[in-house]
């Protein structure tokens, strides 16, 4: 396929996911829509016979890479996803970042899975043991990042303090703050609780002038926005993410039950619950990156509906227009 000079290439697994092609393909759709000033073009991985029944975007935006019905189940531990997953959607997207076919890969399959491929296919950077996940989350202040959110089930202290480092190279990418303030989750924000892994990730990341340790943070804290980076291990980071969504669409849910009694309310305040609903709308934060890969590999959610996959792809693309890899690489040279 004839590609337009400068654009961005989005390597796409589009068999992954709760809800398979049709929210990756719809997804395709709502991305040009709503990023027209976008360059794009697409290499997607699928089955190409049931890709083309649905796809409706311009021929010269796409091409499809045939990979059948040959996918990596949500249920496949990533040990055994690795010794067979060659030829699968989610392989041969990642294949193709590595080889420099594609400049980034997205995909909603099993986060286990993509992280151990990524790391295999694409490899880490230097003085990096292993990919952190990491995305950028609404609060009181604006905006704040989080990682890990659950490519990393336990941590060393070593991990975590890695986790630290990426963190304040990705809050300068990304929120752009020169001096950003490291926040090391915790039940309390004292020095005396925690495990022992904790505490001696405290005194890895105190030791580090480089760095703008703000000490241990509460869960509540991320929400007022404490600190830019919340630093914590992939099972603690994926409960406090899905249970900040799951709270985000109680409110929600609570503040339209409301006003639904009163429609005098309601339509007075139509303009606010509008606004509320863009900045708390969880699509709205789709696209976490792993972060400390040589390339760039963007994780949807699971159960992301055509709006969050859109998003997700303006995540990867804003990436790589933005040379995050470069700075990322630079800010662990200079520490």
Known sequence: MTRADNCVVIALDAMSGDFGLESTLNGIEYFLKNHKNKNVFFNIYGNKSAIEEIIDIKSDMFEIHD???NIIDNNEKPAHAMRSSSGTSMYEAIL????????CVVSSGNT??????SKMIIGTMIGISRPALV???????????????GANIECSSEKLYQFAIMGNAVAKSL??????????LNIGTEKVKGTEVLEETYELISKNSYLNFHGFIEGSDIAKGTVHVVVTDGFSGNVALKTFEGS???IASLLKKELNTNIVAKLGCAPIIKS???KMNPSEYNGAPFVGLNGIVVKSHGNSDAHGVAHAMHTAVSLVESNFLKHI????EVI
């Open 248 to 250: 985000i669409k109680f």
């Open 135 to 149: 995305n950028v989350l609404p609060c009181e202040n604006g905006k704040t990042t989080m990682l890990d959110l």
């Open 67 to 69: 990979t059948g019905n």
């Open 112 to 117: 286990g899975a993509y992280m151990a491929l």
């Open 276 to 278: 509320l609903k863009n």
């Open 175 to 184: 929120l752009n703050v020169e001096h950003p303030r490291i926040g090391l």
């Open 329 to 332: 690489k630079e800010s662990l």
């Open 96 to 103: 193709s970042v590595a080889n420099g076919v594609s400049d």
